[in-house]
């Protein structure tokens, strides 16, 4: 069984910042891709940002350049640090993650967090 949790939204000013973690856990035996996604009411939800395993990111231009991605693979957790928020940002934020629980085993990408709110007022 594995788990993703995610911390860090809340309620800020545009043009403020915030920090996202997901942290994963249980019958881990190697993450993939990890990414953060979200979905603001009415909407589908959207890629925001992903990074692989060696480090290589990729961003949705909506965010690009003010988003940033990064992990750190000793604790299992992946990072979306959000810079310069605008209202358009306010949505439910998941993050996902690619995991396999043993050698041999295929990575099942199906892995979300319960999601964390963030709410950008203008």
């Known amino acids: 069984q594995v788990r993703l949790v995610e911390s860090g939204g809340g309620l800020v000013q545009a043009g403020g910042s915030l920090r996202l973690s997901c942290a994963a856990s249980?019958?881990?035996?190697?993450?993939?891709?990890m990414g953060w996604y979200r979905q603001a009411p009415g909407k589908q939800r959207e890629l925001v940002a992903t990074?692989?395993?060696?480090?290589?990111?990729n961003y949705a231009d909506a965010v690009n350049d003010r988003f940033t991605i990064s992990r750190d693979n000793a604790k299992n957790t992946v990072y979306l640090q959000m810079n310069s928020l605008k209202p358009e940002d306010t949505a439910v934020y998941y993050c996902?993650?690619?995991?396999?629980?043993?050698?041999?085993?295929?990575?099942?990408?199906?892995?979300w967090g319960q999601g964390t709110q963030v709410t950008v007022s203008s």
């Open positions: 990074i692989t395993s060696s480090g290589t990111t």
């Open positions: 996902n993650a690619a995991i396999t629980t043993g050698w041999g085993r295929r990575y099942e990408y199906d892995n």
């Open positions: 249980g019958s881990i035996f190697s993450i993939g891709a």
